[in-house]
């Protein structure tokens, strides 16, 4: 009697183990379908960082090393597969697309800003995401009847004032 007490438990283990592995697959299942057209933006994103960031440190004299940039590359992609995961499993646990928007909108905001910062330093344009939150409220606030001033909009975005490396000597010069 015993034995069959114990056969019929570890069968109920089995049962319910195998429903809760079954459950949790098409649950991630789901969130990776959910996530895929969210991927294709992510690569570019990526690239395009790789492409300017190669250029802004070639800009600022560095010296930049292939497997340096792939290494960043490929962890950057990780880290992006995982935000893909995390936002599509919270917007199928809580049914709120809402919140798969958010999230995303954030990672790829800060890696856009991160793009835009790249390709300004090679411009020889000092950017800063605080004074272009205050540039963007001024404007705001222009719209309403407030003008801006030449100088503050001169203040907000103005030509970098660091060293740069010149290529063909190698010497060090400072930029306009």
């Known amino acids: 009697m015993k034995t069959m007490l114990t056969t019929l438990e570890d069968e109920m283990v089995v049962a319910v183990g195998s ?3 079954a459950t949790a697959v098409a649950f991630m299942q789901s969130a990776v ?10 690569l570019v994103i990526v690239a395009l960082d790789l492409i300017y960031g190669i250029k802004a440190a070639r800009h600022r004299g560095e010296r ?5 940039a792939c290494r960043r590359t490929v962890s950057k992609i990780v880290s992006y597969i995982c935000w893909l995961i995390l936002a599509s ?14 999230v995303l909108a954030l990672v790829y905001g800060n890696e856009f800003a991160s793009i835009v ?14 004074n272009l939150y205050r540039w963007v409220l ?3 606030a ?14 907000i975005i103005k030509p970098k004032r660091h060293a740069v490396r010149d290529p063909k000597t ?3 010069t400072k930029a306009v």
Request: hydrophobic share 45%; proline share 3%.
């Open 142 to 155: 222009g719209k309403a009847g407030e003008a801006m001033d030449t100088a503050e909009a001169e203040e």
């Open 138 to 140: 001024k404007l705001i």
């Open 117 to 130: 910062g790249n390709y300004l330093e090679t411009k020889g344009i000092e950017f800063s995401f605080v």
């Open 89 to 102: 499993t919270l917007a199928l646990s809580f049914h709120k697309d809402w919140i798969e928007w958010f």
């Open 33 to 42: 379908l959910r996530m895929i057209p969210y991927a294709v933006p992510a």
């Open 64 to 68: 930049v090393r292939f497997s340096t």
């Open 19 to 21: 429903g809760i592995s």
């Open 170 to 172: 190698g010497r060090w």
